[in-house]
């Protein structure tokens, strides 16, 4: 291989790298300013104040599309890393410890995916129509304290995932 070429080939790893530690602390360190911070100082709240329902609204509106570019920029810029990477040895090919991390990783980023489209296609907009009813003086408090817990256990369980993720990250790395 030329010289140029593998310092393009260089390049383009260093950057894909660069990208996808970005993401990753941006989705993660999403997660766990939500799990250690965010929840925990909302259980002093009560479900009926509006402003909690915003704030909580807000939030969402805003770490949604966030954590959702994240995710692609993980997945493209991860592509390129594992195609590059010496320990690959094809699509589906789990045949040394490497593949094996990577194999684990995929199935937490998998979970965590899953974990993300339950919240995001069926707990948050129930969220935030439980919200709109109460604002409106229709709604059941008790139905909007059970979606809020709902959505903090998922939360939770995605930010273990993504521990997971960083673990098997660790483990292919070190190898």
């Known amino acids: 291989m030329s010289l140029g070429i593998q310092l393009k080939a260089d390049t383009m790893l260093t950057f ?15 997660l766990a300013t939500l799990t250690l ?8 709240a009560t479900g009926d104040d509006p402003a909690i329902r ?5 939030l969402r509106r805003r770490f949604i599309p966030i954590t959702n570019f994240s995710l692609v920029v993980l997945i493209v810029t991860g592509m390129i890393q594992m195609s590059l990477d010496e320990h690959y040895d094809g699509l589906m ?25 339950i919240l995001q296609l069926g707990v948050n907009p129930a969220l ?20 809020r817990q709902r959505e903090i256990a998922l939360t ?4 273990g995932l ?13 190898i």
């Not at 915003?54 to 807000?58: A, H, V, Y």
């Not at 939770?156 to 930010?159: E, F, L, P, T, V």
């Open 16 to 30: 894909s790298y660069l990208l996808h530690l970005i993401a990753t602390v941006v989705w993660l360190g999403g």
């Open 37 to 44: 911070l965010v929840w925990p100082a909302a259980r002093r």
């Open 54 to 58: 915003r704030l909580f609204s807000d």
């Open 93 to 117: 090919q789990i045949s040394n410890d490497w593949s094996r991390a990577i194999l684990l990783k995929h199935i937490a980023i998998g979970g965590m995916i899953v974990c993300g489209a």
């Open 128 to 147: 935030e129509r439980a919200g709109l009813l109460a604002d409106a003086g229709k709604g059941d408090p008790a139905a909007y304290t059970k979606l």
């Open 156 to 159: 939770w369980i995605n930010g």
């Open 162 to 174: 993504g521990l997971l993720v960083l673990v098997f990250t660790a483990w292919a790395t070190a």
